[in-house]
C-alpha cells in the first residue's frame, strides 16, 4: 500500500537505492539503468530537501560530505594491523608450511589454505557500530593511521551501512583499496588531454585518491575496495574458519575477491598459484603475489605472530612489474601513417615475466612529461596487456654525462618536413609515399594476415624490396618479377615462386579486406566491413558525400574525414586504379536483406578480452550474422560483448542501459546460430 509518510518513503528510497548500488558495485550484476537510479536518487534528493531533519549520514545520498578537512586526524587502531612476511619461491612456501606444521606439533596432516590474490592497493580499516560506516583509516604504521572517513564514503563498494542480519555490535573490517586497471589508464588518459598529474600505477593513483583533504576528488577517482579480514570485533561470535568469515563480510554487503579458494597442502598451494600467474594479466586489477592463509581460526590462534606479521600467514611474490633499467637512447620510429613517434632503446630488464629492450615514449608531449634524459636510471613497468612503458625517472640517479632528448625537426627517414595538427601530439611525417618508411609500413599492413594476408612478405622482406627498389607502393608488389627476385640476397627458387603464388592469390579477394588493407587512418577491420556492407561497390563508396559516410555504423566525422581525404587524393587513387589493373577484384557484395540474418538491424560492441577468439574474429561472426559492429558504445547499441579487462566502454553501456553480455553467453549465441568457434 503506497504511503505518503515521508520518513517511510524516505526509508524505501534509500533501501531501493542500496540494493541497486550493491547489485552494481559489489556483485557486478546491474539490475536497472542508470536513468532509473537517477531518478529515485533525484525524488531522493528533493524529499530529503523538503524535510532537512530525516537526512541521515548512512542515506545513499550523503556519500560526498561538504568542506574539504584542513587535516588528516590519527587513528590509533584497537588491534594492530599486520603487515605479511614473503616468500618467493616454490621452496619458500614449503619452508613456510614446515615451519607451521613443527610448531604444531606435527600432528596436523595437510594444513587447509585460504588462497588470496594479493591487490597491489592501500590497506585500509573500516570500522561499523550497529551496522553503521563509523569510520575509515589507513594502516599507517600498523598501530596508527589517518583518519580518511570523509574519502571512504565515497567510494561506491563499501556500503554506508551493513545488509543483512546478525550484524555485529563493532565490526571492524580490512581490505585493500585499488584502482582497477582500466579506471587508472582512464583517468591517466583525462590527465594528459588536460595537462595533469599522470599517476606511475594503479596503486600510486588509489594512494593520492585517498589522500585527499576535498573528498569530492576522491569521488571522481575509480576506486574500489574489497575486503579481507576482521580486527575488532564485539557482540558477534566469528565463525571457525576464515573463508566463513568472508562469506559473512560478503552476506554483510562487502565486497570479497572472487577468487579466494581453498587448497589443502601446500602442493595444492602452489597450483593455485601456477593458476592465477597464468590469468594474472587478465585481471581487471594489478596483483602482486598471492596471499595464504591457515584457514582455522583455532590454529591461526595456536600460532599466533612474530614481530609485526603473523606466523599463520604469508605472501608469495609474482615477478615484479615494476624494474629500473637505463635508458640508452631514444630513437624515433616513423608509421604507416607517418606518425612519428619516439622509441626507449633500454638496457634489457626482466619485468612482468618477459625481458623488455624497448618501450614506445608516444610523443614529445610523453617525453616532456617524464623529463627523461639519454643515461637516465627509469622505471618500466608492465602490467597486463598493456605495452611496456617508461612510467618514471629516478632523478638522483641522473649521471653527468646525461643527453637530452632532441626530437627531429625534418622526417629522420626522408628528410621530408614534419608538421604537428593543432590538437594533436603527433608529429607527422608529410612525405607520404615518397617517406620509405611509410612505404614499408603500408605495404606490410597490406601484406598482412588480416588484410590480404600474403605469405612470404614479412618485415625483413617487405625492407628489402623497398631498399633496393623493386616496390615502392603496395601496387608495385604485382609487378614482380622472379629474375628480379632471384637477384636478391636470401631469395632461392622456391622462395621466389611461393611470394609470386601468393601475390597472385591475394588478387582474389573481398571489399572489405581490401578496404581495410588500403590502410586509411581511423579505418580498421570492423568499419571496413561496415563500409562495404553499406556501399556494396567501390565506386559507390569512392562518390560518397560526408553525409552519406556519416550514415554508416561507427564513422564518425573525423573518419569519414579521413575517408573524405583519401578520396580525393590523386595518388591513392592512383595507386588503388594500379591495384586494379593488376587484377585485384572481388565478387559482387551480397547486402542481406533487411531482416535476412538474425542481427540485421542490431549494432553491437565487442569489448575487453576474449578467450575463444580475437575480437576482431567476434566481430567477424557478428557482421556474418548481420550486425553492424561499432568501436564505440552509444544510445544506438544493441548489445556488448564484454571480456575480462573491459573498461569505459562497459561503464558507458551500464550507464546508457544496453545490455551487456559476457563471453561465454556470445559463445552461446553464436552456437545458437549454427557458427561454431
Ligand atoms: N588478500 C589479502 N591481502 N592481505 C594483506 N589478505 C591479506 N591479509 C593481510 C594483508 C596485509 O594481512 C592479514 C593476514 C593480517
Known sequence: MPTSDPLQ??????????????????????????????????????????????????????????????QFSQVVHDVP??????????????????????????????????????LDGIAVSLLYREGQLERGA?????????????????????????????????????????????????????ARDH?????????????????????????????????YGVGLVRGYLLPARHTEILQRLHDWGLRVNEEVDLAVGVKACATYYDAMAQRRDELPYDIDGIVYKINNLALQERLGFVARAPRWAIARKFPAQEELTRLLDVEFQV???????????????????VTISNASLHNSDEVDRLGAMIGDTVIV???????????????????????????????????????????????????????????????????????????????????????????ENVASLYALEKDRLLGLERMGEKSADKLLHALQQSKHTSLARFLFALGIREVGEATAANLANHFQTWEALATASEEQLLAVADVGPVVADHLRQFFDSKSSLQVVGDLF????????????????????????????????????AAQAQLQALGAKVAGSVSAKTSRVVAGPGAGSKLSKAKALGVEVIDEAAFLNLLARYGVEV
Open 581 to 616: 589493373a593488376a587484377g585485384v577484384s572481388w565478387p559482387d557484395v551480397q547486402r542481406p536483406a533487411q531482416q535476412a540474418l538474425p542481427l540485421s538491424g542490431e549494432t553491437w560492441v565487442v569489448t575487453g578480452k576474449l578467450r575463444a577468439m580475437q575480437r576482431s
Open 381 to 471: 613497468r608492465r602490467a597486463g596487456d598493456v605495452i611496456p612503458q617508461v612510467v618514471s625517472v629516478v632523478r638522483d640517479r641522473r649521471p653527468r654525462n646525461a643527453a637530452a632528448i632532441v626530437f627531429p625537426t625534418a622526417c629522420p627517414v626522408c628528410g621530408s618536413t614534419i608538421e604537428r595538427a593543432e590538437g594533436e601530439a603527433v608529429w607527422r611525417c608529410m612525405g607520404g609515399l615518397v617517406c620509405a618508411a611509410q612505404q614499408k609500413a603500408a605495404i606490410r599492413h597490406y601484406a598482412s594476415r588480416r588484410a590480404l594476408d600474403i605469405n612470404g612478405l614479412g618485415e625483413k622482406r617487405v625492407d628489402q624490396l623497398v631498399d633496393e627498389g623493386l616496390v
Open 9 to 70: 518513503v524516505l526509508e524505501s528510497l534509500r533501501e531501493q537505492l542500496d540494493t541497486w548500488s550493491h547489485q552494481y558495485y559489489v556483485l557486478d550484476q546491474p539490475s536497472v539503468p542508470d536513468s532509473e537510479y537517477d531518478r529515485c536518487m533525484a525524488e531522493l534528493l528533493a524529499l530529503e530537501a523538503a524535510h532537512p531533519e530525516l537526512i541521515r549520514a548512512d542515506s545513499p545520498s550523503q556519500r560526498v560530505g561538504g568542506r574539504p578537512l584542513d
Open 138 to 190: 589507513t594502516r599507517g604504521d600498523g598501530t596508527t593511521g589517518e583518519d580518511i572517513t570523509h574519502n571512504v564514503r565515497t567510494i561506491r563498494s563499501i556500503p554506508l551501512r551493513l545488509r543483512g542480519t546478525d550484524i555485529p555490535e563493532v565490526l571492524e573490517v580490512r581490505g585493500e583499496v585499488y584502482m582497477p586497471r582500466t579506471g587508472f589508464e582512464d583517468l591517466n588518459q583525462w
Open 81 to 118: 594491523m599486520l603487515s605479511l612476511d614473503n616468500a618467493f619461491s616454490a621452496e619458500d612456501m614449503v619452508n613456510f608450511n614446515k615451519r607451521i606444521l613443527d610448531r604444531l606439533g606435527g600432528e596436523e596432516g595437510d594444513l587447509e589454505f585460504s588462497c588470496e590474490p594479493k
Open 335 to 353: 608509421g604507416r601513417t607517418g606518425a612519428i613517434t619516439p622509441v626507449a632503446r633500454l638496457a634489457p630488464v626482466f619485468v612482468g615475466g
Open 195 to 227: 595537462g595533469e598529474k599522470v599517476f606511475v600505477n594503479p596503486r600510486n593513483a588509489a594512494a593520492g585518491s585517498l589522500r585527499q583533504l576535498d573528498a569530492r576528488i576522491t569521488a571522481s577517482r575509480p576506486l574500489e575496495m574489497c575486503c
